[in-house]
């Protein structure tokens, strides 16, 4: 079956520290692959997305890279402010089957430190 | 434009009771899906609307839960005889297409 797996948490840096947070998957086919972020308090946003065997999503100085050969899509930032403090989410959507459900890995949380 | 809304924010019952959630999508997308989130389970899908109807259920973990959707928009997720394992906060997303699913802000169900 299809499945996530991404770092535990949590991950505490500072500000204007590099980040990135591994994400590794598991599907037949060519799934999408979704970061999607939950603030304190706030529900689940969509931060990026990539369809496609090397495509790149990007927001917000976010960016994660489909990588077909490596089934990974890690999210990267090359400085992190406090604001981005909140639990990060790794997901996937099958191409064929499996309807269009996404499967999440268990999130990371992400503290950033003045 | 509106979000999608989802009531209660916070429901309390008692074990055993049945309870209701409501999720109101966002106008226009054919798509509704329900989640669960839970310390011990993290994010689980749970069940898929296109429409009124529900092409897959797989979710749903046991007979006691039950879903609906009617005129393509309101959906409503039944929970009968609740159980202290019901306890999670239930999400609720809809799409426009295969692509993106927005989510709500959840519901907190506690069964004490």
């Known amino acids: 079956g299809n499945s996530v797996t991404q770092m535990e948490g949590p991950v505490t840096l500072s500000e204007e520290a590099f980040l990135t947070i591994n994400c590794t998957y598991t599907?037949?086919?060519?799934?999408?692959l979704f970061w999607y972020v939950q603030y304190p308090g706030e529900g689940l946003q969509l931060l990026l997305k990539?369809?496609?065997?090397?495509d790149k999503g990007s927001n917000k100085g976010f960016e994660a890279t489909y990588r077909k050969e490596t089934t990974s899509f890690h999210l990267e930032k090359g400085s992190v402010q406090v604001s981005d403090s909140a639990v990060y989410f790794c997901a996937l959507q099958p191409f064929t089957g499996g309807g269009n459900k996404l499967t999440f890995g268990t999130g990371t949380q992400l503290k950033v430190e003045l | 434009g509106a979000g999608v809304s989802q009531s209660p924010s916070n429901k309390v019952t008692e074990k055993g009771k049945d309870v209701e959630l409501r999720c109101d999508p966002i106008?226009?997308?054919?798509?509704l899906y329900w989640y669960r989130q839970s310390l011990g389970q993290g994010l689980e899908f749970l069940i898929y609307f296109q429409g009124n109807s529900a092409p897959d259920k797989s979710g749903l973990p046991s007979d006691r839960f039950s879903a609906e959707r009617t005129g393509g928009s309101v959906s409503t997720l039944t929970i009968q005889r609740t159980q202290q394992e019901d306890s999670a906060v239930y999400l609720c997303?809809?799409?426009?297409?295969?692509?993106?699913?927005?989510f709500g802000p959840g519901t907190r169900l506690t069964v004490t």
């Open positions: 106008s226009g997308h054919t798509a």
């Open positions: 997303a809809s799409s426009p297409n295969r692509d993106e699913q927005y």
């Open positions: 990539a369809t496609k065997a090397d």
């Open positions: 599907a037949t086919g060519y799934p999408s």
